[in-house]
C-alpha cells in the first residue's frame, strides 16, 4: 500500500479505520436503544446453552470480519519474507505518482516469484535504512512527477532514510526510472536515487535502464536482464516484439582454434524493403526458433500432423511452423490434444538482444555472437539458433531497438572505447560511426583470451589504424604466452593519457561481461581518476556502458 492509501505513511488503511468507526458507531446505537426495550421485549427468553452458542456465532462472525479488513500483504512478498538459510528476500521497492511504477514493480516480483526467489514488496516510504543494510539484493522502480520531482508518497525516504546516509556495501541493486523526455529533468528522480545508491556503497547488477513514456522495448530489456540475472531466462516477454523478417546473409566463425567458446561473424539483410535506420549502440532483439529435430520428435509423440492449420495469435499457419517459435511440453506431459489446443496452451520463445556491430551505411545488420552452452552441453537458445541452427539464405525474427544509453557522443570530441569478448560488437558500431563522422581522437582498449585467435575484426581495425582512425590501441590477453593481462590492467598502466584524454573532453564507453571486465573497468576508472571525477562523467553523460 502506498501513503497515498493510509493514514500518515506507516499506519493502518483509511479504508479500515472507516470500517472500524462505523462498526464503532453501529455499537453505540445498540447500546442506545436498549433502555426503550422493557422485559417483556423477547417473546421466549433463550436457555443460557443457547446464550453460549449465539455469542460464539457473533464472536468468529467479528473474527471473520476482522480478518477481511486487516490490511494485508501481496501473497507474494507474504510468503517468502523470510526465505530459506536466513538470506533475507529480494527487495523490490517502488515509488508510484500515478499506479505504472507500483503495476511494474509487482509484475517484476511475480516473475521473479513465480521463478522461486524470494521477493519482498514495498513502497519506497516503508524502505528505511536497517532494512537496506541487511538486504543483499534489490530492484527499485521509481518514476518521477512534474519537473523533475519524486512521486509524493516517496518524500518521507528522502528526507528519512536518504538523510541517515546509511552504508550499503554489502547492496546489490537494479533500478528502472520512469519518465518523458517531453519534460526538461527526464528521469531526474530515479537518476538520484541511482547515485545515491552507488554513493553509499551498492552495486549495480546492471545499469540504470530509462524508461521513456512507458515504452515497451525498453521494458522488455528490463524484463530480461532482471530475469537474466535472477536465472529466470525462458520466460515470455511481457510484450512480445513485433519481429521482422530478415535474411541470414552469410555466417562465419572468427575464432577457430580459441579456447574459449566458438564465435560467429553474421551479416542479415531485410527480407523484403529497404534497410532500416538504427544508430551505433542500438540492440538487436532476435526472436530464437527450436531445432527442426525437437518439434518433429514432439509431433511424433503426440501423432499430430505438422501441416494441421493452427492459429497462434497472427493468422493461420502450418502446426510444426508455429511449433518453432514455441516453448515445448514434454511428450509425455501432453495427451489427447488436437493440434489447436497444443498451440493455444504454449507461450511464445523469449527474445534474445544483441549488439549491433555495423551501421546503415554499410548495407547490412551485423552481429557478434558467441555460442553459449547449457549445464547439459547444449547451445543456448539464442545463440544456438544463431550459429547452428539457422540456414544461410533463410529468414530470422528482428527487431530493433532503440539504446539511446549507448549512444554516440559528440564527434568533435575524444572517444575512449573499452571491451572485452563479443562486447566489441558493439564497439565497432561506434568506430565505424566515428570514420563516417570524420572523427579521429579515438582510444580502444580490448581484451580477449587468445592473441592469435581472438582479435575480433582484426582486418577493420588494422586499416583504421593504417588511416589514422584509431591513434591509440591497447590490446589485453588473458591467455598470452607473455605477460597476460585484463583490460582494466592495461587502463591502469596506461593512467596519464587517461586523465590526459578525460580532460580534453573525452567520453568513456564500456561494452561486454558485465561480470568481470565491467566492475574492473569500472574500479580502475574510480582509480585513476578518482570516484568523484568519475561519477560526475557518469552523471554527464561521459561515461556509459552497454554490459551483459
Not at 316 to 321: G, P, S, V
Request: neutral net charge.
Amino acid at each position: 500500500m502506498s501513503a497515498l492509501d493510509t493514514a500518515d505513511g506507516r499506519g493502518l488503511p483509511w479504508s479500515l479505520l472507516g470500517n472500524l468507526a462505523l462498526l464503532a458507531l453501529l455499537a453505540l446505537c445498540t447500546i442506545a436503544l436498549l433502555p426503550l426495550h422493557d422485559d417483556a421485549w423477547w417473546i421466549s427468553a433463550p436457555r443460557p446453552l443457547r446464550w453460549w452458542l449465539a455469542g460464539g456465532v457473533a464472536a468468529a462472525y467479528a473474527g471473520f470480519c476482522a480478518a477481511q479488513l486487516w490490511p494485508r500483504r501481496p501473497a507474494h512478498a507474504k510468503a517468502t519474507a523470510a526465505s530459506a538459510n536466513g538470506t533475507p528476500p529480494l527487495l523490490v521497492a517502488w515509488a508510484s505518482q500515478a499506479g505504472f511504477a507500483r503495476l511494474l514493480a509487482e509484475r517484476t516480483a511475480a516473475m521473479l516469484h513465480a521463478g522461486g526467489v524470494p521477493v519482498l514488496v514495498l513502497p519506497l516510504e516503508e524502505v528505511d535504512a536497517a532494512l537496506l543494510t541487511r538486504t543483499r539484493r534489490a530492484l527499485f522502480v521509481a518514476s518521477t512527477t512534474g519537473e523533475g520531482d519524486p512521486p509524493d508518497h516517496a518524500l518521507a525516504f528522502l528526507r528519512r532514510t536518504m538523510a541517515q546516509c546509511p552504508a550499503l556495501g554489502g547492496l546489490d541493486f537494479a533500478l528502472l526510472a520512469l519518465g518523458d523526455r517531453e519534460y526538461r529533468d527526464f528521469c531526474a528522480f530515479g537518476r538520484q536515487l541511482d547515485e545515491w545508491l552507488r554513493a553509499r556503497g551498492a552495486r549495480p547488477l546492471f545499469d540504470r535502464v530509462e524508461v521513456d513514456n512507458a515504452d515497451a522495448a525498453t521494458l522488455r530489456h528490463w524484463q530480461y536482464e532482471v530475469g537474466r540475472f535472477g536465472g529466470l531466462s525462458d520466460l515470455p516477454d511481457w510484450t512480445p516484439p513485433a519481429y521482422e523478417p530478415w535474411r541470414l546473409h552469410s555466417r562465419r566463425q572468427v575464432n577457430a582454434g580459441s579456447p574459449g567458446g566458438a564465435a560467429f561473424d553474421l551479416q542479415l539483410v531485410p527480407a523484403a524493403g529497404a534497410l532500416p535506420h538504427w544508430q551505433a549502440g542500438d540492440i538487436a532483439e532476435v526472436g530464437p526458433r527450436n531445432a527442426r529435430e525437437r518439434v518433429q520428435a514432439l509431433l511424433q509423440a503426440l501423432r499430430l500432423p505438422g501441416d494441421a492449420p493452427v492459429d497462434a495469435g497472427n493468422g493461420t499457419e502450418a502446426l510444426a511452423a508455429c511449433l518453432m517459435r514455441m516453448q515445448l511440453p514434454a511428450a509425455d506431459a501432453v495427451s489427447d490434444v488436437d493440434a489447436q489446443a497444443l498451440v493455444s496452451g504454449l507461450r511464445p520463445l523469449p527474445h534474445r538482444e544483441y549488439s549491433i556491430a555495423s551501421i546503415p551505411a554499410e548495407g547490412h545488420l551485423r552481429l557478434l555472437v558467441r555460442r553459449m552452452t547449457r549445464p547439459d552441453g547444449s547451445a543456448g537458445l539464442g545463440s544456438g539458433w544463431l550459429c547452428d541452427l539457422a540456414a544461410p539464405g533463410g529468414t530470422i525474427d528482428v527487431r530493433l531497438r532503440r539504446n539511446p544509453g549507448f549512444h554516440p557522443p559528440p564527434d568533435d570530441l575524444p572517444l575512449i572505447l573499452i571491451g572485452n569478448g563479443t562486447g566489441m560488437a558493439g564497439l565497432r558500431a561506434h568506430l565505424q560511426a566515428r570514420v563516417a563522422a570524420g572523427a579521429r581522437a579515438n582510444w580502444l582498449l580490448f581484451g580477449e583470451r587468445s592473441p592469435v585467435h581472438d582479435l575480433f575484426f582484426a582486418d577493420d581495425i588494422r586499416r583504421w589504424q593504417a588511416q589514422g582512425w584509431l591513434p591509440r590501441l591497447d590490446l589485453a590477453f588473458s591467455r598470452a604466452p607473455a605477460a597476460p593481462c585484463y583490460v582494466q590492467d592495461r587502463l591502469r598502466a596506461a593512467a596519464a593519457d587517461l586523465r590526459d584524454w578525460v580532460d580534453r573532453g573525452a567520453s568513456v564507453l564500456v561494452c561486454g561481461n558485465a561480470v568481470g571486465m565491467a566492475p574492473g573497468v569500472d574500479a580502475a576508472l574510480g582509480g585513476v581518476l578518482g570516484t568523484e571525477l568519475r561519477e560526475a562523467l557518469r552523471a554527464e553523460g561521459r561515461y556509459r556502458r552497454d554490459v551483459y
